[in-house]
Structures are given as structure tokens and as C-alpha cells.
């Protein structure tokens, strides 16, 4: 029972670090607010557009576009992150590297199509948030890339405004192009994640949840048998040796 009190506030430390890394994975590029509304939102058609909020599906289509670094793929939206070392600093026996990072950001106008009909879209206007996929990468590189590609099914929310325009054209039907008659106004969001498995996952891993419940509680019985203030003692005398040992072993690295 004692080994188990003195475990508990490791199991919860682990496990928040697992959380951690897993939302900071899931939302890498994307807020909680976004991902809702990409998980919440029901899809428009193009040919069923009206003024108000949108949640558009469909391919991105353009002339040309941008040539991504590492797959030569051209692609409606890129981002390189450029990490670089501008020295070196030294705290107490480890020497840790000084990095700063550059961002290279290209967008180009697309449309996006549906199959009942395409509609423009323009995320170099300010504001527009982008849902990069990540691309692939160099492990040994300082290079990290991410890009919507041309011709990937996309998802775009945001805020559709009808232009003035002959009825009768748009009842006709003469043309699948929604832009004579509507566009976006102000920022969109765009994202790579159009199918329900893509969607960030809020909950973090059932084994970090699991490690968390019997660490929380651990400690809960600990404090009921008036063992906590033992249980912080040894938890930080732990904590002091495993920063010693850390310190030492980057004095040999």
C-alpha cells in the first residue's frame, strides 16, 4: 500500500505529460474553437449556398500553385518552418542550443469544387486560418513542412455574402461557378481534415487516463490515512535525484 501512495504522483506525472504532448499533436495547427466547428458544422452544397456561416467540402482546384520542398507537389497553401542555431548557452554543467524560427508562408487563389458547382476561395486575405497537413520531413533536417495540396478534398468555413446578380442567370443555371453570384467575405478557415477520423481527438489516450485515475486516486487514500505529507516528502526528494542524475548525464553527453 505504501509503494503505491509513494507511486501516485509519478503515475499523475507521466500522465499529464502524455496529455500534454497528445493535445499539443491534435491542435498543432488547429484551435479547439476550429476543430469544433469542424466537428459541429453540417456541410453546404455549393449549389445551395446562402449568406451566413458555411461549411464548404470539396477540391481544391487551380492553375498552378506552389511547389512543396521535399515531395515536389504543387500545392494551393505551403508553410516551411525553419528552425535555426544562433549559439549556445551553457546553465550550470549542460550546454543547450539557441535556436530562433522563420516562417515562409505562400498561399494561392483556388477554387474550391464541390461537384454541384465551385466557388472561390482567397486565404491571403488577413486573418484566414489555415489547418495545415504536415508534411513529410527530414528527421535530420531543420526543415518542417506543411501544406494543403492542389487537388485535395478540403474543408472551408466562413461567412458567405450574395452579390447582386440576375436571378434568372442563377436559376438557369447556365454556370457552376458560385463566384457570379457569391463569396466569402472576411478570413475562412481551411482545413486538410474533411473525414470524422481526422478530427482532432479531445480525449487523450485511455492508458494515460487510466494512469492518471489510479494516481489521483493513490493520493486521495493517502490523505485519508494521513500519509500525504510523507508522499510529498519522498516525491520531491525523488524529483531532486533525478535532476542530479539529468545534470550528470548531460556533463557526459
Not at 153 to 167: A, C, N, P, Q, Y
Amino acid at each position: 500500500m505504501m509503494v503505491w501512495y509513494v507511486s501516485s504522483p509519478l503515475f499523475v506525472l507521466v500522465a499529464l505529460v502524455v496529455m500534454v504532448r497528445h493535445w499539443r499533436r491534435e491542435f498543432a495547427t488547429i484551435s479547439y474553437r476550429d476543430a469544433n466547428l469542424l466537428a459541429t458544422m453540417p456541410v453546404t452544397r455549393v449549389d445551395a449556398l446562402k449568406p451566413g456561416l458555411v461549411k464548404l467540402v470539396g477540391v481544391a482546384k487551380a492553375e498552378q500553385g506552389v511547389m512543396s520542398y521535399y515531395e515536389r507537389q504543387p500545392c494551393v497553401l505551403h508553410r516551411r518552418v525553419v528552425s535555426t542555431v544562433s549559439g549556445y548557452r551553457r546553465v550550470g554543467r549542460v550546454t543547450y542550443a539557441e535556436t530562433f524560427q522563420t516562417h515562409e508562408w505562400t498561399a494561392v487563389p483556388f477554387q474550391l469544387d464541390d461537384g454541384t458547382g465551385t466557388l472561390w476561395v482567397d486565404a491571403r486575405v488577413g486573418g484566414t486560418r489555415v489547418d495545415y497537413e504536415l508534411g513529410t520531413s527530414d528527421e535530420t533536417s531543420d526543415v518542417q513542412e506543411q501544406y494543403i495540396r492542389l487537388g485535395d478534398r478540403v474543408t472551408v468555413i466562413g461567412e458567405i455574402e450574395m452579390l447582386s446578380s440576375d436571378g434568372g442567370y442563377r436559376n438557369a443555371a447556365h454556370s457552376r461557378d458560385a463566384s457570379q453570384y457569391a463569396r466569402f467575405r472576411g478570413p475562412v478557415l481551411v482545413s486538410w481534415r474533411t473525414d470524422a477520423e481526422f478530427q482532432p481527438k479531445v480525449l487523450p489516450p485511455w492508458p494515460a487516463m487510466l494512469l492518471a485515475a489510479v494516481g489521483i486516486i493513490g493520493l486521495s487514500a493517502a490523505a485519508w490515512d494521513g500519509h500525504l505529507m510523507m508522499v510529498a516528502i519522498a516525491s520531491c526528494a525523488s524529483m531532486v535525484m533525478g535532476a542530479v542524475a539529468m545534470a550528470n548525464l548531460g556533463r557526459f553527453g
